[in-house]
């Protein structure tokens, strides 16, 4: 069997070598080549169906026209009313019923803004007056305690006064023990000086402090219990709670000094007096009918 090359067309037969070579290496089907019609077909083919695929922009921008909104009318714009002003001679009925003009309610109305803002600001110098106050006190106080402890230091290591017969064997010994006790003497004077003065400021200051307490609860008693602006009646009050204070161990300094410090105090006792009273009373009732006749009730008869 012989076989036929292909390149060498029909020159000769192939051996079984070449046979076998040619059945492994088939020849490659050769591509067309550029300007050939089967690529100017295809590119023909592509340019239209890129013809065919292409969106009309003109009817698109006709209908995006017609689908644009229509723009809503602004609303005008609405011009404030001018506020009404009443006239001054103009009446006002109150709620109590009276009546008062304009005038007079701007008038009124002023005086108390001006009397809040002053209220206010006597409120706050008040209030900072009371802070620097504190602090002045805290500072004295502080001051107060390490004099105390200098006082104290300086009584410990106080010299003893020279004998004055140390004067007639060593006169300049003497001498400088004495101008050291003098020393150390003017010193602690000073501060025990300066100390009292503290105390007695403290005293002071408590007193006033006290009295105004007593003049507050004061007055607050005298709210709660108006009958004792008179005279009369305040002293039997008083003469009740002295009294009273006796059966439970008080003396008049006590009831005085405690009383006028809380008002709730006095207003306790004269409930407690009140009850006291009463109890007192009941007990007399079976000494009264004692030894009364009954009485006899005839039927028929109401009494």
Not at 44 to 72: F, R, W
Not at 174 to 202: N, P, S
Not at 224 to 253: C, V, W
Request: glycine share 6%; net charge negative.
């Amino acid at each position: 069997m012989t076989a036929v090359n292909p390149d060498e067309g029909n020159s000769g037969p192939l051996s079984l070598m070449e046979a076998a070579a040619a059945y492994a290496n088939p020849v490659e089907a050769e591509e067309p080549e550029e300007g050939q019609p089967e690529a100017e077909e295809e590119a023909v083919a592509e340019h239209q169906d890129g013809d065919e695929t292409e969106p009309d922009d003109t009817e698109d921008e006709g209908q995006a026209e017609s689908e644009e909104p229509e723009e809503e009318p602004q609303p005008k714009p609405v011009k404030p009313k001018e506020p009404a002003y009443a006239d001054k001679l103009a009446k006002v009925k109150m709620a109590d019923g009276s009546e008062l003009t304009v005038d007079e309610l701007i008038k009124g109305n002023l005086r108390d803004r001006d009397y809040r803002q002053k209220t206010m600001a006597l409120a706050e110098q008040e209030r900072s007056f009371k802070a620097k106050s504190e602090q002045i006190t805290q500072a004295e106080q502080q001051a107060a305690t390490e004099r105390e402890f200098m006082i104290q230091l300086l009584q410990s290591v106080m010299p003893q006064r020279p004998d004055p017969a140390m004067y007639m064997h060593d006169p300049i010994g003497f001498g400088q023990q004495d101008l050291a006790w003098r020393t150390r003497k003017e010193q602690l004077d000073y501060l025990i000086a300066q100390q009292q003065q503290t105390v007695q400021k403290r005293q002071a200051e408590e007193g006033t402090r006290v009295q105004q307490v007593r003049d507050r609860e004061w007055q607050a008693t005298l709210e709660a219990m108006p009958e004792l602006r008179d005279a009369n009646r305040l002293n039997s009050f008083a003469g009740e709670i002295t009294k009273h204070g006796a059966d439970y161990g008080f003396t008049p300094q006590e009831i005085q000094q405690s009383l006028g410090l809380d008002h709730r105090q006095i207003l306790v006792l004269r409930d407690a007096i009140k009850w006291r009273n009463l109890q007192a009373q009941k007990s007399k009732v079976p000494a009264k009918v004692e030894g009364r006749p009954p009485v006899v009730m005839k039927s028929g008869t109401r009494p």
